[in-house]
């Protein structure tokens, strides 16, 4: 798990499976399903989305996107801010 962003709006979370480094593991102890996702926490609302699958690559390429072109925080919440629509969840405190 890695933070990537967090404003007074938003954070953004980068969900990564754990990776097998030990090569001596059979192939049935290797998570079939590991896929990276990210979280994004709407901090006004209370709400979060996960988003995986080709939602992630969308996502990964956007930021991909920011690291070559260093957009303002305006244009990094806007674009967070059309995720908030997607966002159902509550974020529960553990």
């Known amino acids: ?3 990537l962003y967090d404003s ?3 954070v953004v979370v980068h ?3 754990d990776a097998v480094e030990d090569d ?3 192939a049935s102890t290797v998570p079939q399903l590991a896929r990276h996702g990210f979280e994004i926490v709407d901090k006004r609302s209370g709400k979060e989305v996960y988003l995986d699958g080709s939602w992630a690559e969308m996502f990964q ?3 991909l996107d920011w690291q070559r072109n260093t957009p303002t925080q305006e244009e990094v919440e806007d674009t967070l ?4 629509g997607l966002a159902q969840n509550p974020v529960l405190v553990h």
């Not at 801010?81 to 908030?84: A, E, R, S, V």
């Open 1 to 3: 798990m890695q933070m």
């Open 24 to 26: 001596t593991l059979e």
């Open 8 to 10: 007074d709006a938003f």
């Open 81 to 84: 801010d059309l995720y908030t």
């Open 15 to 17: 969900m990564q499976p």
């Open 61 to 63: 390429e956007k930021i």
